[in-house]
């Protein structure tokens, strides 16, 4: 059987020495141009709905300091997950380089930060303690602190006015019902993807 085309979704955590890639089926892809990039998935669900399945929206911009992972159950309904040692939430949104293009691939840099949403638009930041830390590693430049710290600020405005749901509501989308199966994520040296690498990425002198 023929495999269906994949792009790969190239995600760099700078305290690691590999990069993260997602290689997503066609028929996951949802929105593909040149402003924004969205795939979905069916995923296992954890914490108290352990044993369930969900799907997972991933949402990537090339001019926002964001991503966001919004969870679904299979009716298409936002619905909100528990880890197990937390709050329930529905959106978690990283704060992280704008997408860059490689080729048929997309990549960006995790800059740590973390959003957490409820159905009820409440929301807490998260991981500044790693935040303040890579940053004084160096592992993100002064530009991307900058740059992260402006991108958060946008972020909370985005959900605070309802920006953020108006955007959700509207992705042109199959159902999630259609969404795949995720395939096994790999681990790319770090050498061969320049456009996340420090020193050389984009975003490092602003």
Same mark, same amino acid.
């Given at each position: 059987?023929?495999?269906?085309?994949?792009?790969?979704?190239? +995600?760099?955590?700078? +305290?690691?020495?590999?990069?993260?890639?997602?290689?997503? !089926? $066609?028929?996951?892809?949802?929105?593909?141009?040149?402003?924004?990039?969205?795939?979905?998935?069916? #995923? !296992?669900?954890?914490?108290?709905?352990?044993? #369930?399945?969900?799907?997972?929206?991933?949402?990537?911009?090339?001019? #926002?300091?964001?991503?966001?992972? *919004?969870?679904?159950?299979?009716? =298409?309904?936002?619905?909100?997950?528990?880890?197990?040692?937390? *709050?329930?939430?529905? %959106?978690?949104?990283?704060?992280? @380089?704008?997408?860059?293009?490689? =080729? =048929?691939?997309?990549? *960006?840099?995790?800059?740590?930060?973390?959003?957490?949403?409820?159905?009820?638009?409440?929301?807490?930041?998260?991981?500044?303690?790693?935040?303040?830390?890579?940053?004084?590693?160096? %592992?993100?430049?002064?530009?991307?602190?900058?740059?992260? /710290?402006?991108?958060?600020?946008?972020?909370?405005?985005?959900?605070?006015?309802?920006? %953020?749901? $108006?955007?959700?509501?509207?992705?042109?989308?199959?159902? &999630?019902?259609?969404?795949?199966?995720?395939?096994? &994520?790999?681990? @790319?040296?770090?050498? /061969?993807?320049?456009? &996340?690498?420090?020193? @050389?990425?984009?975003?490092?002198?602003?």
């Amino acid at each position: 059987m023929r495999r269906a085309p994949t792009i790969r979704d190239l +995600d760099f955590h700078p +305290d690691e020495d590999h990069v993260r890639c997602y290689r997503v !089926p $066609d028929p996951g892809v949802l929105v593909n141009d040149a402003d924004m990039y969205v795939r979905q998935s069916r #995923e !296992p669900a954890w914490g108290e709905g352990a044993g #369930e399945q969900l799907v997972l929206r991933h949402l990537a911009f090339s001019v #926002e300091w964001f991503k966001i992972n *919004a969870t679904y159950d299979l009716s =298409g309904n936002l619905i909100e997950t528990r880890p197990p040692d937390g *709050a329930p939430f529905a %959106l978690n949104c990283d704060i992280s @380089t704008p997408m860059v293009r490689v =080729g =048929g691939d997309v990549s *960006a840099v995790d800059l740590f930060l973390d959003v957490l949403v409820s159905l009820d638009g409440d929301h807490r930041v998260v991981d500044e303690d790693e935040f303040a830390q890579a940053a004084s590693a160096g %592992l993100i430049s002064a530009a991307e602190v900058r740059a992260a /710290e402006s991108g958060l600020a946008r972020l909370l405005s985005w959900i605070r006015t309802g920006r %953020l749901h $108006d955007l959700l509501d509207g992705i042109p989308s199959a159902p &999630v019902a259609t969404a795949p199966e995720p395939l096994p &994520v790999e681990r @790319t040296p770090l050498s /061969e993807v320049p456009s &996340v690498a420090p020193g @050389t990425r984009r975003s490092w002198s602003g």
